[in-house]
């Protein structure tokens, strides 16, 4: 008995502390609107593209100063490819009725 309250608590303080990752990182992504709850499914995906979208925004910028013709995505952190479509900042995360982030949003 002592040992399924163990692995009970354990279990639920387990949870607690993923929900709690989750709540941080639904903060970090920019939605329209604000409020909107996302699922745990959608967080993760859109996290994945907003990640792109900065760093495509962040390796466009870098050009602008450098002058140089960059090849691929920088850093390779975020390889494009049939799991993770192109982001377009017009149509960055569109499908899940999120914007670009605009003067109303700050880049983390």
């Not at 692995?7 to 387990?14: G, K, L, Q, S, V």
């Not at 709540?23 to 699922?39: E, G, V």
Request: hydrophobic letters at 35%.
């Amino acid at each position: 008995m002592t040992r399924k309250i163990f692995t009970n608590t354990r279990e639920r303080w387990r949870q607690q502390s993923v929900n709690s990752a989750f709540a941080k990182l639904r903060k970090l992504i920019p939605t329209h609107p604000p409020d909107k709850k996302l699922s745990k499914n959608e967080t993760l995906r859109l996290a994945m593209r907003y990640i792109n979208f900065l760093v495509k925004v962040l390796g466009e910028q870098s050009l602008q100063q450098t002058g140089v013709a960059a090849q691929g995505n920088i850093l390779g952190l975020f390889p494009q490819g049939p799991h993770l479509p192109d982001v377009d900042e017009r149509t960055l995360l569109n499908d899940c009725g999120v914007s670009s982030p605009g003067p109303s949003h700050e880049a983390p």
